[in-house]
């Protein structure tokens, strides 16, 4: 069964009034994903972007996912690890959903992990979610 991009976008940061563009993400899917995405259907990107309901039928639905991370900007390991670490942090915690004892420990897992890589033009960075499995 093959799988097919559901969304795309970009992770930049400005520096000194210039957008600089770091990666682009695709998010890609198993077809049958779909059916259980239904009453979202009609919905604008905003309105899904802000609706734990919609994650939280995506994450579980039975299928793979996958995230495809491009590297358009040269970038350290380290740097990215730390960015990913801190954009999922904000998010859980602007959410009331972050815990610090729980998630920090986790976290310090990936950002070690990524620590000693390093990430030249082109690279790949794919994060599987097993169709029997909420874990990348």
Not at 51 to 72: C, H, M, Q, T, Y
Not at 94 to 123: I, M, N, P, T
């Amino acid at each position: 069964m093959g799988i097919f991009l559901l969304n795309e976008g970009i992770t930049d940061i400005e520096i000194h009034f210039l957008q600089i563009k770091f990666t682009a993400i695709g998010v890609y899917l198993e077809p049958e994903i779909v059916g259980h995405l239904q009453p979202w259907k009609g919905k604008s990107g905003k309105e899904l972007a802000e609706n734990d309901d919609f994650f939280e039928a995506l994450i579980s639905a039975p299928g793979e996912k996958f995230l495809r991370i491009v590297v358009i900007k040269e970038i350290k390991g380290s740097q990215y690890g730390v960015q990913l670490e801190s954009a999922v942090r904000d998010r859980l915690a602007a959410d009331d959903k972050y815990e610090r004892k729980e998630g920090g420990k986790l976290w310090e897992k990936v950002v070690e992990f990524f620590q000693s890589k390093y990430f030249k033009k082109d690279s790949i960075i794919t994060f599987h979610f097993p169709a029997t499995s909420c874990t990348a």
